[in-house]
């Protein structure tokens, strides 16, 4: 296949730019006064261990239709920052009332809900400014800033992630596969598509991006939910319960492990039709592979 | 009741408020419709066309018009920074914040939908209001949406709404808190989105930088004023004549510039924020600059 012909190494190309992803974050996020809030905010954005998915596939992407990583860093920086507000929201006691996330107590444990609801709402708007303020002019043209904000805006707004976390708590019948598109699926198509119209890719481009990044946010959940469930048994399960749905829960481990290989198998196409990049298509193509294999650890 | 001395006597107030706030409501309405999931956009929906006085899209598009741009241009930014300014305050009512039960005269936006609709309805206005600003505004070339985009966002974040919140939530109870440290938190829980809706207006109505900072010094004394006249009113008015609780700075005990310096005194100050206000506009078209002038007035003397 692919990855074997070309030998390209994904731990140390994600690794290389989690490193320069932390780096940028953590100037884009600085203490200044009124410092809790800027510290509250710097929790949950620069929390170890966090694989920066979002940003690396961004960068991939535009890596792919020949742009500049440094046009690609600003909005790869705010999807982070608005993914950590979301969560931060998403861990409130009203919400999903998570007193962890990632093994570290989450944003309100630590600063109280005023706080980590004001570091959200603070971390949004950060995303955005962050994009247009640092994205170099000379390798980015404003209308196509205005279109990622845009992208970016819809996919946390009330038919992105909002409207995924609401319908989860509303814990309607069923709804697995659409809250499981809204919560990660929107997340990977943004990632995607930012990257690409950061490039100047076409529009049909920019769609294939959208399918491809859907699948692979889709993918990444449903292999977790599946080898959450491997790790920790049936009994153990009883505590997701109230934390989202998962495929596992509602339709079992070999259904899961069906809808994994369809979504791979369609992420893989939507690549198919990037062939006439050659190589620069490798990242994407090994983005869908370890989020099946996890051939390394992050 | 409306003062009228430093308008033009041709232009009534008004009138002008009314027709501007009809347009900024069909603006408003038409832009957050009713779809999937109905629950979010019907919260998204309740709390922004709860009525409100709508001063801050009246004064995006005023400052627009003045100039030279028409209403058009401004319309979207003008919904956008209304959005915002929902959205701090249905999370501002949170049982986790302010806690409070009544707001434009209506239960607030948890009471009817629970807390965790009222947090996501307010991120969804958020984000909302970026979106609409970058894909609604026509006619306006791209780098001036942009810099909309970035004044925006700086407004309502950590260096603006944000940080005077923060400030403001920590200094609750606090015996020393001084005059600087009272308007550190108006200039950015208040003033810092109705400069962001006067500047906004005048980026996109094609301002020239110099105007365009002019405009924004107007918009910060007005904001200030706009906090000295709200703590004055919380001690003087009823409850139901402001249409939220009433004397709640004193139970929560806020500091306010009637404890700083007294009703008096604040008052006074108040008259010299719109004097300093209104001085800004002295080099344009007077005609232009009857709306603002007549809203920075309004501001002053306001009864609710």
């Known amino acids: 296949t692919r990855s074997k012909s070309t030998r390209f190494d994904l731990k140390t ?4 730019l989690i490193a320069d992803i932390n780096h940028k974050l953590n100037e884009a996020v ?16 620069l929390a170890d261990g966090a694989k920066r ?9 535009c890596e792919l239709f020949g742009g500049d990583r440094l046009a690609a860093f600003p909005t790869a920086c705010a999807l982070e920052m608005v993914h950590a507000a979301s969560l931060i929201h998403d861990d409130l006691p009203c919400m999903d009332d998570d007193p962890s996330r990632r093994g570290q107590p989450s944003n309100h444990t630590v600063y109280g809900e005023d706080m980590a609801i004001l570091a959200g709402d603070a971390l949004f708007p950060l995303g955005f400014q962050h994009i247009v303020s640092n994205t170099p002019s000379d390798l980015v043209p404003e209308a196509r800033l205005l279109r990622v904000i845009t992208e970016i805006a819809r996919t946390v707004g009330s038919t992105g992630m909002a409207a995924g976390q609401f319908l989860d708590l509303e814990g309607g019948p069923n709804a697995v596969e659409f809250v499981q598109e809204k919560k990660f699926g929107e997340m990977g198509e943004c990632s995607a598509v930012c990257g690409g119209l950061l490039a100047g890719a076409k529009d049909e481009e920019v769609d ?16 977790d939910d599946i080898l959450e469930e491997k790790k920790n048994g049936k009994d153990e399960n009883e505590k997701k319960e109230k934390k989202g749905k998962s495929y596992v829960k509602v339709y079992g481990v070999e259904k899961a492990i069906e809808v994994a290989e369809k979504l791979r198998s369609q992420a893989k196409q939507e690549l ?4 006439k990049y050659g190589d620069g298509v490798v990242p994407l193509h090994s983005f869908v592979d370890y989020a099946v294999d996890r051939s390394f650890s992050l | 009741e409306q003062k009228e001395e430093s308008g033009k006597p041709s232009f009534n107030f008004k009138t002008y408020m009314v027709e501007k706030a009809e347009s900024v409501n069909r603006a408003l309405d038409a832009a957050v419709s009713l779809k999937d999931p109905i629950t979010i956009h019907e919260a998204m929906r309740y709390s922004l ?38 959205m701090s305050l249905i999370h501002d009512d949170l049982p986790c914040m302010d806690n409070d039960d009544l707001r434009r005269g209506k239960p607030t936006n948890h009471k009817v939908f629970g807390e965790d609709v009222a947090v996501l309805a307010g991120d969804a206005l958020l984000s909302f209001a970026f979106e609409h600003l970058a894909v609604s505004t026509v006619g306006v070339e791209p780098s001036r949406i942009v810099r909309a985009v ?27 808190v001084g005059l600087e440290h009272l308007e550190y938190i108006h200039l950015h829980k208040t003033a810092a989105l109705l400069e962001c809706a006067v500047v906004l207006g005048s980026i996109l109505g094609g301002g020239s930088d110099s105007e365009i900072e002019k405009l924004r010094t107007f918009a910060r004394y007005i904001g200030l004023l706009f ?14 004549e402001l249409g939220k609780t009433a004397g709640k700075d004193l139970v929560a005990d806020k500091v306010t510039y009637p404890k700083l310096m007294g009703i008096e005194k604040s008052k006074e100050f108040a008259e010299k924020l719109n004097r300093d206000a209104q001085e800004q506009l002295v080099g344009f078209d007077q005609e232009k600059a009857a709306p603002l002038i007549a809203l920075a007035n309004y501001i002053a003397y306001r009864q609710n």
């Open chain 1, 208 to 223: 294939r991006l959208r399918r491809y990044g859907r699948a692979v946010g889709v993918l990444y959940q449903v292999v």
């Open chain 1, 13 to 16: 190309y994600w690794t290389t």
């Open chain 2, 227 to 240: 906090q000295v006249v709200d703590d004055i009113l919380d001690v003087t008015k009823s409850s139901q």
């Open chain 2, 49 to 86: 066309l709860a009525g409100g006085k709508r001063v801050r899209p009246v004064l995006c598009v005023a400052a627009c018009e003045l100039v030279g741009g028409s209403e058009s241009l401004a319309m979207p930014a003008a919904c956008a920074v209304e959005m915002i300014h929902t």
């Open chain 1, 272 to 275: 198919d039709g990037f062939e």
């Open chain 1, 53 to 61: 998915a979002s940003p690396v596939m961004c960068v991939a992407a």
């Open chain 2, 150 to 176: 970035e004044e925006l966002a700086r407004s309502i974040g950590s260096e603006g709404l944000v940080a005077g919140q923060v400030v403001d939530i920590h200094s609750e109870g606090l015996s020393d």
């Open chain 1, 30 to 45: 600085p203490v200044r006064y009124p410092e809790l809030i800027y510290e509250s905010m710097r929790y949950s954005v």
